[in-house]
């Protein structure tokens, strides 16, 4: 085994079989990193004027009014075909639920991902922690 040491290394195009950790342990194919990293992330504010915390692969969100918003992808997915999951805070109503679900009237699209905050009683609530992860083949 050789070891490289350098602080300002650049590889390009390197065909790797399996990626360790500093210490030979935690092995994973590039295929692993690949299909299973997250491809696409947001932590927003979705009250007020809607505000990306932090993300990554956003180009920008949009507020469609009432807990409604839009989040457009830097670089789309290959297909409608991706898979997402999100949070939400509760509102500061009450102690009910806040669900995160696809905007029903929204069409999947691999460039964008429109996403609905409501209480458990349906009606739809603008709240201030949203967080959605996207996986899938870009």
Do not use: H
């Not at 350098?6 to 500093?22: A, Q, S």
């Not at 504010?45 to 956003?58: I, L, W």
């Not at 075909?81 to 929204?106: K, L, P, T």
């Amino acid at each position: 085994m050789s070891t490289i040491s350098n602080t300002d290394l650049t590889i390009t195009d390197v065909n790797v079989t399996n990626i360790k950790d500093g210490s030979g342990n935690n092995a994973t194919t590039p295929a692993d990193l690949v299909q299973g990293r997250a491809k696409c992330w947001i932590m927003m504010n979705g009250t007020g004027t809607v505000a990306v915390d932090d993300s990554y692969n956003v180009a920008s969100i949009t507020d469609s009014g009432g807990g409604r918003y839009v989040i457009t992808i830097a670089t789309d997915f290959g297909n409608v075909n991706y898979c997402w999951v999100g949070m939400a805070q509760q509102d500061g109503s009450d102690d009910r639920a806040i669900i995160i679900s696809q905007e029903e009237d929204a069409a999947p699209a691999a460039g964008s991902l429109t996403i609905a905050t409501q209480n458990d009683g349906g009606s739809y609530v603008d709240t201030a922690g949203i967080g959605v992860v996207m996986f899938g083949d870009q």
